[in-house]
């Protein structure tokens, strides 16, 4: 009964009820979609986008505009503007990221501070503000999760053979181009939808660490999806709970869990943990040894 | 989306280059190369170490840009035509990291038989079967691609391409770095392809197997060197006109010293 009540007290609050929902969906969504980033190595990429949404907000609000709206140009204008600068080939791919991932943060933060009257705290954009969330982000973060894992699902052939075999998708008259800007532009979305959530500066760690836990476990992209959402979801559920009775920030608490899960997933995995991999050395030693 | 009957009710294809140049970076890596590849011809395509073989490749599947010149298959141009291309990549090129199975990947060459959306139908699951059996690699249809061997590796590509029904067959490098079982199943393949009239074009290093395996054999050097039967293109003057230094005549034998297939400048273009 204690367990119980333990449970369900938070969700007495109404902002816990929204609050549980917003963490989930986008734990959820943020797992499957960083299946592809893990995959083609784009961690950098997803962490530029969330950066540079900074000046989209600051912007957005001096105009008088939608935040959200101004955060997802600015997030779909930086990851064209990776494409264009590395397409080149004066840039290596990395090095136009970190140039233009700076410059926005820089100039994010040059508008923030000049807007005296600021309303919302720069901490929130940083670092999140799930408990903050209304019933309209709510509605929002649940319409784009809704289309995003739409879109996934009806272009997964594709996506699959653009991501793991270019070459055959252009033998096969794939529009290669066109589909990486999709996941690029479903990508920022999805990073946009997060930020209220964990902030700015952890969206990265939630596209990133729930897959690279459930890559350790499977050999199928599906079911590699799969435990990755599992783990999202989880990691969403335990840090809100512990955000909600050790009064610490809720963002930091989801990451905190996904990357404790990850450590123990990492050391005991049953084929690539750190602790069977020792295992099977000390076999070995004993083998050459007899 | 496309039908079988769609894929198959056209001729074979033919292969037509008119002043074909690639570039690599600000450098041509191949210049104004103008061939015909008459369909269901067994070609080996060879030279030294950045003679372009990759770029050649690549260029006639649309994976990289022309910057002059045009290549039309069955008459149409790059892109416009129907006709089934099958790409066997180099070993380095593919990403064996993916979390996929053998299964999978040999069912991609049915995607477009299949539809991007649709389930894989009878025939396309018996297509994919009959390709891992002529490959020998069925018991591994389960396994994820990392576990594999060098060897198996490769068979696992070759059974996609199978499955694929193609009218051209590109395999690159086929021979490099795979063990003599796999290289004689390789052979094989190719000899059972083109008996069902599939243009089959190999690049390869080994001067011995595409002089005595081939029926024609393309030389190029960035440029086109050679093109005919065996006897035509291995002429001392054609080789050292391909090899250079690297080739020696003794006692009338002529011998190429290159065998470092993987210091090839296609590599990095991009495409992760």
Same mark, same amino acid.
């Given at each position: 009964?204690?367990?119980?009540?333990?449970?369900?007290?938070?969700?007495?609050?109404?902002?816990?009820?929204?609050?549980?929902?917003?963490?989930?969906?986008?734990? @959820?969504?943020?797992?499957?979609?960083?299946?592809?980033?893990?995959?083609?190595?784009?961690?950098?990429?997803?962490?530029?986008?969330?950066?540079?949404?900074?000046?989209? %907000?600051?912007?957005?609000?001096?105009?008088?505009?939608?935040?959200?709206?101004?955060?997802?140009?600015?997030?779909? %204008?930086?990851?064209?503007?990776?494409?264009?600068?590395?397409?080149?080939?004066?840039?290596?791919?990395?090095?136009?990221?970190?140039?233009?991932?700076?410059?926005?943060?820089?100039?994010?933060?040059?508008?923030?501070?000049?807007?005296?009257?600021?309303?919302?705290?720069?901490?929130?954009?940083?670092?999140?503000?799930?408990?903050?969330?209304?019933?309209?982000?709510?509605?929002?973060?649940?319409?784009?999760?809704?289309?995003?894992?739409?879109?996934?699902?009806?272009?997964?052939?594709?996506?699959?053979?653009?991501?793991?075999?270019?070459?055959?998708?252009?033998?096969? *008259?794939?529009?290669?181009?066109?589909?990486?800007?999709?996941?690029?532009?479903?990508?920022?979305?999805?990073?946009?939808?997060?930020?209220?959530? @964990?902030?700015?500066?952890?969206?990265?760690?939630?596209?990133?660490?729930?897959?690279?836990?459930?890559?350790?476990?499977? *050999?199928?992209?599906?079911?590699?999806?799969?435990?990755?959402?599992?783990?999202?979801?989880?990691?969403?559920? @335990?840090?809100?709970?512990?955000?909600?009775?050790?009064?610490?920030?809720?963002?930091?608490?989801?990451?905190?869990?996904?990357?404790?899960?990850?450590?123990?997933?990492?050391?005991?995995?049953?084929?690539?943990?750190?602790?069977?991999?020792?295992?099977?050395?000390?076999?070995?030693?004993?083998?050459?040894?007899? | 989306?496309?039908?079988?009957?769609?894929?198959?009710?056209?001729?074979?294809?033919?292969?037509?280059?008119?002043?074909?140049?690639?570039?690599?970076?600000?450098?041509?890596?191949?210049?104004?190369?103008?061939?015909?590849?008459?369909?269901?011809?067994?070609?080996?395509?060879?030279?030294?170490?950045?003679?372009?073989?990759?770029?050649?490749?690549?260029?006639?599947?649309?994976?990289?840009?022309?910057?002059?010149?045009?290549?039309?298959?069955?008459?149409?141009?790059?892109?416009?035509?129907?006709?089934?291309?099958?790409? @066997?990549?180099?070993?380095?090129?593919?990403?064996?990291?993916?979390?996929?199975?053998?299964?999978?990947?040999?069912?991609?060459?049915?995607?477009?038989?299949?539809?991007?959306?649709?389930?894989?139908?009878?025939?396309?699951?018996?297509?994919?079967?009959?390709?891992?059996?002529?490959?020998?690699?069925?018991?591994?249809?389960?396994?994820?691609?990392?576990?594999?061997?060098?060897?198996?590796?490769? *068979?696992?590509?070759?059974?996609?391409?199978?499955?694929?029904?193609?009218?051209?067959?590109?395999?690159?490098?086929?021979?490099?770095?795979?063990?003599?079982?796999?290289?004689?199943?390789?052979?094989?393949?190719?000899?059972?392809?083109?008996?069902?009239?599939?243009?089959?074009?190999?690049?390869?290093?080994?001067?011995?197997?595409?002089?005595?395996?081939?029926?024609?054999?393309?030389?190029?050097?960035?440029?086109?060197?050679?093109?005919?039967?065996?006897?035509?293109?291995?002429?001392?003057?054609?080789?050292?006109?391909?090899?250079?230094?690297?080739?020696?005549?003794?006692?009338?034998?002529?011998?190429?010293?290159?065998?470092?297939?993987?210091?090839?400048?296609?590599?990095?273009?991009?495409?992760?």
């Amino acid at each position: 009964m204690a367990i119980i009540n333990w449970l369900v007290a938070p969700l007495q609050y109404a902002f816990m009820q929204r609050a549980l929902i917003a963490a989930l969906v986008v734990g @959820v969504l943020c797992a499957i979609l960083g299946c592809y980033v893990v995959l083609k190595s784009m961690a950098f990429i997803g962490d530029a986008m969330a950066h540079a949404v900074l000046p989209g %907000i600051a912007i957005a609000y001096l105009l008088g505009g939608n935040l959200t709206l101004g955060a997802l140009i600015a997030a779909v %204008i930086i990851s064209l503007g990776i494409g264009l600068l590395s397409r080149q080939g004066t840039i290596r791919e990395d090095t136009a990221i970190g140039i233009l991932f700076s410059a926005a943060l820089s100039l994010g933060i040059v508008l923030i501070s000049s807007i005296r009257s600021y309303a919302v705290d720069l901490s929130h954009i940083l670092f999140g503000n799930v408990l903050g969330v209304s019933t309209q982000d709510l509605i929002v973060t649940i319409a784009a999760a809704i289309v995003i894992l739409m879109m996934v699902a009806f272009l997964y052939r594709r996506f699959l053979v653009v991501l793991f075999d270019p070459i055959l998708a252009v033998t096969q *008259r794939l529009k290669v181009g066109l589909l990486r800007n999709i996941l690029l532009i479903i990508l920022a979305v999805t990073i946009v939808v997060s930020i209220q959530t @964990v902030g700015v500066g952890l969206v990265a760690a939630l596209l990133v660490t729930p897959p690279a836990t459930a890559y350790l476990l499977t *050999r199928r992209l599906p079911s590699m999806m799969a435990l990755s959402a599992l783990f999202g979801a989880l990691s969403s559920l @335990v840090g809100l709970y512990a955000s909600f009775y050790a009064n610490v920030s809720s963002g930091a608490a989801i990451v905190f869990t996904a990357t404790m899960i990850f450590l123990v997933v990492f050391i005991f995995s049953p084929q690539k943990g750190v602790v069977i991999g020792l295992f099977k050395r000390w076999v070995g030693k004993r083998q050459t040894a007899e | 989306m496309k039908h079988e009957s769609d894929l198959t009710s056209q001729k074979p294809a033919e292969l037509r280059l008119v002043n074909v140049t690639v570039n690599f970076g600000k450098n041509p890596a191949l210049e104004d190369l103008s061939l015909i590849i008459p369909h269901g011809i067994c070609l080996a395509v060879v030279g030294p170490n950045g003679a372009g073989k990759s770029t050649f490749f690549k260029a006639l599947v649309g994976l990289l840009p022309l910057a002059s010149g045009q290549i039309f298959i069955h008459g149409l141009p790059l892109g416009h035509h129907k006709d089934c291309v099958a790409f @066997v990549p180099q070993r380095e090129d593919v990403d064996w990291k993916f979390p996929i199975t053998v299964k999978d990947v040999v069912m991609m060459g049915r995607y477009l038989h299949t539809g991007w959306l649709r389930k894989p139908s009878n025939v396309d699951e018996e297509a994919v079967q009959k390709a891992m059996m002529q490959l020998g690699i069925i018991d591994l249809a389960k396994r994820s691609i990392h576990d594999l061997s060098g060897g198996q590796q490769q *068979r696992v590509f070759l059974a996609r391409a199978i499955a694929q029904e193609p009218h051209i067959l590109l395999l690159d490098e086929p021979f490099t770095g795979v063990d003599i079982p796999t290289q004689e199943t390789t052979m094989y393949l190719l000899e059972e392809m083109h008996k069902q009239n599939v243009t089959v074009m190999v690049s390869t290093h080994d001067l011995n197997m595409a002089s005595q395996r081939f029926e024609k054999v393309l030389m190029i050097n960035r440029r086109l060197i050679a093109y005919g039967t065996p006897d035509e293109v291995f002429t001392p003057a054609q080789v050292r006109a391909a090899f250079g230094e690297r080739m020696l005549m003794l006692n009338g034998a002529m011998i190429v010293d290159d065998c470092c297939p993987h210091e090839e400048m296609e590599e990095e273009h991009g495409y992760h």
